[in-house]
């Protein structure tokens, strides 16, 4: 069942907030950070406090999923309407995996639609999001379209998506152009990958605040530290958060974590300060370095928030 005509709303909020440039400011006296592009936004306020090349679209990787969950759900929820939501999914996996959550999973095994989405959330697994996306429309491709679709509708113009995982694809343009470069080998060529999705830090915390607040079971399942799962194929899967920060930095409430060779190190969390939310996403840092980036950012807020 392809459903590109239908007309999908997000979160309950438009990108008013992200719609006019935003210069780099730092009212939090943040140190240096590692990552290329970063911000803090106050959601109550929808104001930024902090802000680092937060304009630029760039890589987002894994930071993708929170999209994938969001139209999935509400795909879902208009299949609801007619009478045939999707209650379990049987997972594809067409290959061995590129994380643990990936290797974890079992070809044609089935779950309950709602575990598969924590699940995809703890540990990011890219097998979760191509089966999620793949049991509501006819191809993953086609979900990447309705994704685009989502982000474009809400008046969001920084994303762009060719996948629901956000994992690196192929570029077969190197292929093509094969014989115009004489520098490079055939086997170079076949393993360069290109990256499936982009985002502004900017409308990435605009977006997401928005989307947790709205649907609030999505944040919920992405700070669990861990779980045990039995799925309808009676399989036993035992696992962890792989986003260090809801075990490094306090008061987290939702968060997501990001990681391509293309993308570098990626983080995206909501912490309650004070009865407030914050948002700080870091983008372009490194895998260890998101996390101290974060770190910075957080007690920087801290502070700040404090003196208001």
């Known amino acids: 069942m392809i459903l590109v005509g239908v007309s999908i709303a997000g979160a309950d909020e438009g990108a008013s907030e992200s719609g006019v440039l935003l210069t780099d400011l730092n009212k939090i006296n943040a140190p240096e950070i590692v990552a290329k592009n970063a911000v803090v936004y106050d959601v109550i306020n929808k104001e930024f406090i902090y802000a680092k090349s937060a304009n630029e679209s760039v890589p987002i990787a894994s930071l993708a999923k929170i999209i994938t969950a969001s139209v999935f759900l509400q795909l879902n929820e208009m299949r609801a309407e007619h009478g045939n939501p999707v209650k379990t999914i049987e997972v594809i996996k067409d290959g061995n995996g590129y994380n643990a959550g990936d290797r974890e999973l079992i070809d044609g095994e089935t779950w309950r639609t709602e575990n598969l989405i924590r699940f995809m959330l703890i540990t990011s697994s890219n097998f979760a999001a191509k089966s999620l ?125 990001g990681t391509t060779e293309e993308s570098g190190g990626n983080l995206m969390i909501v912490k309650n300060i004070g009865g407030r939310e914050y948002a700080i996403v870091i983008l372009g840092s490194t895998i260890e370095d998101r996390y101290t980036d974060a770190l910075k950012l957080s007690s920087s807020t801290e502070a700040f928030a404090t003196l208001k």
Do not use: C, W
Request: aromatic share 12%; charged share 20%; net charge positive.
């Open 133 to 257: 996306a793949s049991s509501v429309v006819d191809d993953e491709f086609v979900f990447s379209l309705l994704m685009n679709k989502f982000t474009k509708d809400l008046g969001f113009t920084s994303f762009s998506f060719k996948n629901s995982s956000g994992l690196s694809i192929n570029n077969t343009n190197y292929k093509k152009n094969l014989l115009a470069s004489s520098k490079d080998s055939i086997e170079s060529i076949s393993t360069r990958q290109t990256s499936s999705a982009f985002g502004s830090a900017k409308e990435i915390a605009v977006l997401f605040s928005s989307i947790f607040k709205k649907t609030p079971f999505l944040g919920e399942a992405s700070i669990i530290h861990e779980a045990t799962f039995i799925n309808l194929s009676r399989n036993t899967h035992k696992i962890k958060n792989v986003n260090y920060s809801i075990f490094k930095i306090p008061n987290i409430v939702a968060g997501k974590t």
